[in-house]
């Protein structure tokens, strides 16, 4: 048992409760009361104590997408890549990468991309991951990096044509055999999807094999409309907007993850509400690219379950909401939208888009739902409570203000230092990958 104590507690369920030098009792993974420090230190004298230091105490995070073939970029240059448009983004970068990428690199890449959402307060990762360099077990070596870090996450390997039939077919595979495996560990921990890149590198041929490679009650995740590529490909080849397309072939859903989602038409808002997809932004990737703003008010505004991402281009989901709001605010010249949505995204959607693959509900401190806590350093100077909150939330917190993350009723980081694995050891054995690969990448 664990009560983590001594905090300003915000519940940030739909009721939204404030408990002023507040506390959360866990047992077994999963939460079993919420209440004053002294009362619940009282009621269950034997638990292990972590003291909040009158910090804030929220629910874990949720990434709801991300990508950790990604992690070994940071600091990297590829000399020639100067891209000027997103095909060449891809190319030039991500696809150089994870043509190169070992298991080993794989294993590296996952474990950083862990820990850096652990010191984010992020307890929950929804990843998308490719490596074409070594397809198959690639899931696999995630799942297991994931399970000794004890670490909840939604895995999938992007299914595609860019490098083959051959190459497409073993990641098909990987997706068969991954979802198979989770669905055997029968695991809150593990979950799996079936992951596809883009519609502009799946054929008709190979969405048909992944329809029918998929179990009924998994869904897809996918990149829709990141790119204008993405849109003129489908025209051009199938004379048909990207999501009609998709629709099409049977990819849309309740179960199923649309990433992005930035160019679309007001028949393909509908299509995504009519199926229930989920979509997820990811705001600071956007812009980075300079892919353009997805439409996410109106999507909101047609009750879609938009959720937010980072894409990998941070761990930080405090970032990403704040930009978040930033790019709608610019994007409609209007300083007074977005602000109810992006707290609706981060707090209550990822939460729901959770509840679509995870069994335990997250992303809310309430008795019965999955002991993922975040603690953080954060002693306000103006008045502070429930109605509020959100406020304080995005204007005074960041990622690496977390001190203390719980995942599954464990301690994966106190007072800033890891305890669910060796991080020096894993920097050291990274930054040796790192170096083969880059060496690869520029030889
Ligand atoms: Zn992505």
Not at 242 to 248: F, I, K, P
Not at 325 to 336: G, T
Request: aromatic share 8%; net charge negative; charged share 20%.
């Amino acid at each position: 048992m664990l009560i983590i104590g001594n905090g300003r507690l915000l519940t940030r369920d739909e009721r939204n409760t404030y408990h002023e030098n507040g506390a959360v009792c866990c047992d077994g993974g999963v939460i079993v009361e919420i209440g004053k420090t002294a009362a619940l230190k009282q009621m269950y004298p034997e638990a292990e104590f972590l003291d909040a230091g009158g910090g804030v105490i929220m629910p874990g995070l949720i990434n709801a997408h991300s990508h950790i073939y990604s992690a070994l970029s940071r600091g990297l240059s590829i000399k020639g890549y100067n891209p000027v448009n997103f095909y060449e983004v891809l190319d030039g970068m991500w696809w150089a990468i994870d043509r190169r990428l070992t298991l080993a690199g794989t294993r590296c890449s996952a474990s950083q991309t862990y820990i850096d959402s652990i010191k984010n307060g992020v307890t929950t990762l929804y990843d998308h991951h490719a490596g074409y360099g070594a397809i198959e077990g690639s899931l696999f070596e995630i799942a297991d990096v994931a399970r000794a870090m004890h670490y909840r996450t939604c895995l999938c390997y992007e299914v595609s044509d860019r490098d083959g039939k051959e190459k497409r077919d073993a990641a098909i595979r990987e997706n068969a055999e991954f979802i198979k495996h989770a669905k055997a560990q029968n695991s809150d921990m593990i979950k799996a999807m079936f992951g596809l890149h883009a519609a502009f590198t799946l054929s008709d041929e190979t969405l048909e094999l992944c329809f029918k490679h998929k179990p009924a009650d998994i869904g897809f995740h996918i990149h829709v409309a990141e790119g204008m590529n993405d849109v003129y490909d489908s025209l051009d080849r199938y004379a048909k907007r990207t999501v009609n397309r998709l629709h099409d072939m049977g990819i849309l859903g309740k179960r199923t993850i649309a990433g992005h989602c930035i160019h679309l038409s007001p028949g393909e808002m509908e299509l995504l509400k009519a199926t229930d997809t989920m979509v997820v932004n990811n705001p600071e990737s956007n812009m980075g690219n300079a892919v353009g703003c997805s439409p996410v008010l109106q999507l909101m505004d047609r009750q879609i379950l938009v959720g937010l991402g980072t894409d990998a281009y941070t761990h930080d989901m405090l970032e990403s909401l704040k930009v978040a709001l930033l790019i709608q605010r610019h994007n409609a010249m209007m300083p007074n939208v977005g602000w109810r949505e992006v707290m609706q995204m981060l707090f209550y959607n990822n939460a729901k888009i959770g509840a679509r693959a995870f069994t335990t509900p997250l992303g809310v401190l309430a008795p019965g739902a999955a002991a993922d806590i975040a603690v953080f350093d954060y002693k306000p100077f103006t008045p502070f409570g429930a109605d509020n909150a959100d406020g304080h939330i995005l204007f005074g917190f960041s990622g690496k203000g977390c001190v203390h993350t719980v995942i599954d009723g464990k301690i994966a980081m106190k007072d800033r230092t890891i305890l669910c694995c060796d991080e020096e050891e894993i920097n050291a054995k990274t930054l040796e990958t790192a170096k083969k690969l880059w060496g690869s990448l520029n030889g």
